[in-house]
């Protein structure tokens, strides 16, 4: 079963393995600088759009992000 948690942490490893600030993803995905933060804390999840957004932008297949 997939959990929440695993769903967080792969997101987090994603966004720092990307190389881009914080800031650029915000501004690319049109989102605030915090919300990124948050991801990266596995305080938030970001909304299905704004998750597929973020994984296009990053080149990352949503499926790796779900632990399918």
């Known amino acids: 079963m997939i959990t929440l948690e695993q769903i967080q942490k792969r997101l987090a490893e994603v966004i720092k393995q990307s190389g881009m600030s914080q800031t650029t ?5 049109n989102i605030t600088q915090s919300n990124i933060s948050h991801y990266l804390k596995g305080d938030k999840m970001p909304a299905l759009d ?19």
């Open 25 to 29: 993803i915000a501004k690319a995905l």
């Open 50 to 68: 704004t998750l597929a957004n973020l994984c296009k932008l990053l080149d990352i297949d949503t499926n790796y992000i779900l632990c399918q």
